[in-house]
């Protein structure tokens, strides 16, 4: 069984920094792709960023390219999201989430398991 859980949420001002992380058990993840996701109220569940395990290979959405990494210890076996600049519009609850076939998927419905979710507020 597959569990993910999400950390490091908290009230920020805008221009300021998070680091999220997502510790990931239950299994060798070198063939899969971990995900963020966020979604705000009232809006559907976006996705942010994703690392393919074994390769590393990582891809970002346009809204959040030069302001958020993604990175990964594959000894502690968790998936960081370092967010710097943030604005209130990043204001959302940021879920982790995992793809065991390991593509390169940008929609929910390409990823098979799921945190609990973890609350970021940006004040302006």
């Known amino acids: 069984q597959v569990q993910l859980v999400e950390s490091g949420g908290g009230l920020v001002q805008a221009g300021g920094s998070l680091r999220l992380s997502c510790a990931a058990s239950?299994?060798?993840?070198?063939?899969?792709?971990i995900g963020w996701f966020r979604q705000a109220p009232g809006k559907e569940r976006e996705f942010v960023s994703a690392?393919?395990?074994?390769?590393?290979?990582?891809y970002y959405a346009d809204s959040v390219k030069g302001r958020f990494t993604i990175s990964r210890d594959n000894a502690k076996l968790t998936v960081y999201l370092q967010m710097n600049n943030l604005k209130p519009e990043d204001t959302a609850v940021y879920y982790c989430?995992?793809?065991?076939?390991?593509?390169?998927?940008?929609?929910?419905?390409?990823?098979?398991?799921w945190g609990q979710g973890t609350q970021v507020i940006v004040s302006s």
């Open positions: 989430a995992a793809d065991d076939r390991g593509a390169y998927g940008r929609t929910v419905d390409r990823y098979d398991y």
């Open positions: 239950g299994r060798t993840f070198s063939s899969y792709t």
């Open positions: 690392i393919k395990w074994s390769s590393g290979y990582i």
